[in-house]
C-alpha cells in the first residue's frame, strides 16, 4: 500500500465531515450528536491544518498535524464501532463505513 498523500487525506477528511454533518442531522438524540460532533471537531482541527499547507506541497505523504496519530486512530476506530449501531439511514452508515474504513487504513 502507498502512503496516502497531503491531498488524498485533505479529500478524504473532507468527504468525511460532510458525511457526518449528515450524521448529526439524522441522530435520534443528544447522545449521538455528541458523538458524532466530537469527531466532527477532530477532523475539523485536522482539515484545518491541511488547508494551511500550500497546494505546492501536498503531493507529500500526510502525517497527522492536530492530533497524535494513535489518538486520531482510536477516535476513528471508536466512532465505527458505534455507528453501526446508531447511524439510522443505510446510505449514510454506508458512506461513513467506507471512509472511515480507508482513513484508518491509510494512517496504518
Known amino acids: 500500500m502507498t502512503a ?3 491531498n ?5 477528511i473532507s468527504d468525511l ?11 435520534a438524540n443528544c447522545e449521538e450528536k455528541d458523538r458524532v460532533f466530537n469527531l466532527s471537531q477532530i477532523l475539523n482541527a485536522e482539515y484545518i491544518e491541511l488547508l494551511k499547507i500550500s497546494v505546492q506541497d501536498h503531493h507529500y505523504e500526510y502525517e497527522v498535524i492536530s492530533i497524535a496519530k494513535a489518538e486520531l486512530l482510536q477516535a476513528l476506530n471508536n466512532f465505527a464501532f458505534n455507528c453501526q449501531q446508531h447511524v439510522r439511514r443505510q446510505p449514510t ?9 480507508q482513513f484508518s487504513n491509510n494512517l496504518n
Open 4 to 6: 496516502m498523500t497531503i
Open 8 to 12: 488524498q487525506a485533505v479529500e478524504i
Open 17 to 27: 465531515l460532510q458525511t457526518l454533518e449528515n450524521a448529526y442531522w439524522e441522530a
Open 93 to 101: 452508515a454506508t458512506r461513513l463505513q467506507q471512509l472511515l474504513s
